[in-house]
């Protein structure tokens, strides 16, 4: 998954967690059992996946539209945790 984008006024409706929770069922039925997120640093919303578990292991640098940014990587080894 490289990230989602929820509408700031539909945001806290529980909307993220089951678009997570979804590709993570769709992942686990075509047989993988890990999950990766590039989330920008700067990203507010980025506690969004730790509160889903997801542990941060590894930052790179990215450029969009001539800026340098930087990306966190967020992963699970275990996909089905999501679904707990």
């Not at 507010?44 to 800026?67: C, D, V």
Request: zero cysteines; aromatic letters at 10%; hydrophobic letters at 45%.
């Amino acid at each position: 998954m490289y990230g989602i984008y929820i509408l700031r006024e539909w945001q806290k409706k529980g909307i993220g967690r089951e678009l997570v929770r979804e590709t993570a069922r769709r992942l686990i039925k075509d047989g993988f059992d890990s999950m990766l997120v590039w989330v920008l640093a700067d990203n507010p919303s980025r506690a969004f996946y730790e509160l889903l578990g997801g542990k941060q292991i590894r930052n790179k640098s990215i450029a969009i539209g001539g800026a340098e940014l930087e990306e966190v990587a967020y992963g699970w080894l275990q996909v089905d945790e999501i679904l707990r």
